[in-house]
C-alpha cells in the first residue's frame, strides 16, 4: 500500500492506492472534503497514487509508479498532463536518463520547482528536477559525487533551507541547499546501515526532523535533530500505527498519514495535542466507480 500527504493554506490533499489511484482534498478549516478522483489507468489496467505536493498556485503533482509518471492536476481536480517521459518498455538501457522517470514515488515543490524520487534500482538521476510545466531541468548528485548513484530514494521534503531526501536502500538522509550544493548524510539514530529504511521525511519548523522508518515489521516514527543526534517524537510515537507520509504546514503544523489506522493526524507545534483530522476508513475504495465524484461540479474555490 503506498500513499501521500500534502498541505497548503487549509487544503489538504491525500493520495491513496487501492487498485487505482485515490486524490482527496479536504478542507482543514471546514473539516469536509470538498472533492475526490482517480488517477488514469495505463496498459496495465492500473494506477497508482503515491508522493503529492502543491505548489503555491495550488497545482497538484501526484507520482504514480504503476505507470512511471508525475500527474498534474489544478485544485479543481482538472488533469493538466503528465511530468516525465516514460521509460524503455525493455531492458535497463536509458531508465536512467534525465528526464525519465522509472516508478517514481515522492514528489516535493518549492520555488517553482518539482523535485521527484524515483527508481527501485540505484541510479545516477534518482532524484531529479523539472519546472512546473514538466521540463526536465537537472538532476541532483548523490552525495554531491558526480557519478554517484542513489538507493532507491522513497522520501523528499524540500523548502527554503533547502531539500531533504530520505536515500532509502542505504538507510540516510541526504541534505542539501536550495542550489543542490551537498550538506550532510546522517544515519537514522539506532538503525544504522541496513536495517534502516527511511521512507518518508519533514523538516519542522525548529529545523528537526521527522523520518518515517520502514526498515522493521511495522514502520516507526523517529526524530532527529540537524547534527543527527536522536530528539523525542512525543505522543506520535504511541499512536501511529504505521505512519506512512509526512506533510507540515506554513504555521507549522505536521500531518501524519497513518496507514494501519487509516487517518491523518494532525499536531500543532512540538508538544502540541494530536487530533485526527481525516479518516479515510469512511471511504469505500471497492465501489463502482468509488472516489470519481466531479471535482469541478459544485464551481467553488477548493482554497
Not at 131 to 138: E, K, Q
Request: charged share 25%; aromatic share 6%; net charge negative.
Amino acid at each position: 500500500m503506498i500513499g501521500g500527504l500534502a498541505v497548503r493554506n487549509n487544503l489538504l490533499c491525500v493520495t491513496w492506492s487501492a487498485g487505482r489511484g485515490h486524490v482527496f482534498l479536504y478542507d482543514l478549516d471546514a473539516r469536509a472534503r470538498l472533492s475526490s478522483w482517480t488517477t488514469p489507468v495505463g496498459p496495465s489496467g492500473y494506477s497508482d497514487a503515491a508522493g503529492v505536493a502543491v505548489d503555491a498556485q495550488f497545482r497538484l503533482f501526484v507520482a504514480d509508479p504503476q505507470n512511471s509518471c508525475v500527474r498534474r492536476y489544478n485544485a479543481f481536480g482538472q488533469h493538466l498532463g503528465d511530468v516525465g517521459l516514460p521509460p524503455p518498455e525493455r531492458g535497463d538501457r536509458g531508465r536512467d536518463n534525465l528526464g525519465v522517470l522509472d516508478r517514481p514515488h515522492a514528489v516535493a515543490c518549492h520555488g517553482g520547482q518539482v523535485w521527484v524520487a524515483l527508481g527501485e534500482r540505484p541510479r545516477r538521476r534518482g532524484v531529479q528536477c523539472f519546472d512546473v510545466h514538466g521540463n526536465a531541468l537537472r538532476a541532483l548528485a548523490a552525495r554531491g559525487e558526480s557519478g554517484a548513484r542513489w538507493a532507491a530514494p522513497r522520501g523528499l521534503h524540500c523548502d527554503a533551507l533547502g531539500l531533504v531526501v530520505a536515500d532509502t536502500l542505504r538507510g540516510r538522509l541526504q541534505m542539501f541547499r536550495p542550489d543542490g550544493g551537498f550538506v550532510q548524510e546522517l544515519a537514522l539514530p539506532g538503525r544504522d546501515g541496513p536495517g534502516a529504511r527511511p521512507a518518508a521525511v519533514a523538516r519542522l519548523a525548529d529545523r528537526t526532523l521527522l523520518v518515517v522508518d520502514r526498515g522493521g515489521a511495522e514502520a516507526v516514527l523517529v526524530g532527529l535533530h540537524r547534527d543527527g543526534t536522536p530528539c523525542p517524537v512525543g505522543e506520535l510515537a504511541s499512536v501511529c500505527r504505521d505512519p506512512l507520509a509526512l506533510a507540515v504546514s506554513d504555521a507549522g503544523e505536521l500531518f501524519v498519514l497513518d496507514r494501519d489506522g487509516e487517518r491523518v493526524l494532525r499536531r500543532r507545534g512540538a508538544g502540541g495535542e494530536v487530533e485526527v483530522v481525516v479518516d479515510l476508513a469512511e471511504h469505500d475504495f471497492d465501489a463502482p466507480g468509488a472516489g470519481d465524484d466531479d471535482a469541478r461540479g459544485s464551481g467553488e474555490d477548493p482554497r
